[in-house]
């Protein structure tokens, strides 16, 4: 069982940057890959970036690349999402989410929601002009 809060959301001005936080409990978080997503009003939740266990491999979504960057520090429990030049569009409830200990993830399962099995409450975003 891993247990992730996220926080570090808030209200931005376009072309700010952010960092997400998400703390993890539970005895497995360094045999986790973790993955962002978030979820505007009215729209379904959509991959951000993923990043597997070791730190060493990580994915993005298109809107991503470039622009966020997803880490992880396994001696404190924690990942992070870096957001640079923040964009209205970027407006949503950012979640953190783990896979099951030891799933490997190619991108086709990076991606995918249904491959993670624990999930934070979401911290809010807002970007506006």
């Known amino acids: 069982q891993v247990d992730l809060v996220e926080s570090g959301g808030g209200l931005l001005q376009a072309g700010d940057s952010l960092r997400l936080s998400c703390a993890a409990s539970?005895?497995?978080?360094?045999?986790?890959?973790m993955g962002w997503f978030r979820q505007a009003p009215g729209q379904e939740r959509e991959f951000v970036a993923h990043i597997n266990w070791g730190g060493g491999k990580t994915y993005y979504s298109d809107s991503a690349k470039g622009r966020f960057t997803i880490s992880r520090d396994n001696a404190k429990n924690m990942a992070y999402l870096q957001m640079n030049n923040l964009k209205p569009e970027d407006t949503a409830v950012y979640f953190c989410?783990?896979?099951?200990?030891?799933?490997?993830?190619?991108?086709?399962?990076?991606?995918?929601?249904?491959?993670?099995?624990?999930w934070g409450q979401g911290t809010q975003v807002t970007v506006f002009s």
């Open positions: 989410a783990a896979q099951k200990e030891y799933f490997y993830s190619d991108y086709a399962a990076a991606v995918d929601q249904n491959t993670y099995v624990y």
């Open positions: 539970g005895r497995t978080f360094s045999s986790s890959a």
